[in-house]
Nanobody, 124 residues
Framework: QAQLVESGGKLVQAGGSLRLSCVAS????????GAWFRQAPGKEREFVAGISKNGDKIAYADSVTGRFIISGDNAKNTLDLQMNNLKPEDTAVYYC?????????????????WGQGTQVTVSS
């Protein structure tokens, strides 16, 4: 059974930066696309950033474009999310997800492995 474990979430002031990391075991990120989602209290889970299986396509939610960077390292079996210029509205639990398909899925439907989530809190 594949497992994803996220780390790096914490309390940070607005304008600060964080780097989230996701390590996979039992599978590798090069078997499908990888992505980060987030869920804020009282809100539905939303797509944040994704990278295709071959790494040739990357996509971001409009709300994080220009501030967040997703990257993958197949040798280390990790998927990272660098978050810069954080805003209070970025406060959420962030989840790493690994897909069974090669393309980036914005809905979350095709992701077969999910991490337990890491809390990011941005204070104003």
């Amino acid at each position: 059974q594949a497992q994803l474990v996220e780390s790096g979430g914490k309390l940070v002031q607005a304008g600060g930066s964080l780097r989230l990391s996701c390590v996979a075991s039992g599978r590798t990120f090069d078997t499908g696309a990888g992505a980060w989602f987030r869920q804020a209290p009282g809100k539905e889970r939303e797509f944040v950033a994704g990278i295709s299986k071959n790494g040739d396509k990357i996509a971001y939610a409009d709300s994080v474009t220009g501030r967040f960077i997703i990257s993958g390292d197949n040798a280390k079996n990790t998927l990272d999310l660098q978050m810069n210029n954080l805003k209070p509205e970025d406060t959420a639990v962030y989840y790493c997800a690994a897909s069974s398909v090669s393309f980036i899925d914005y809905s979350g439907t095709f992701y077969t492995s999910w991490g337990q989530g890491t809390q990011v809190t941005v204070s104003s």
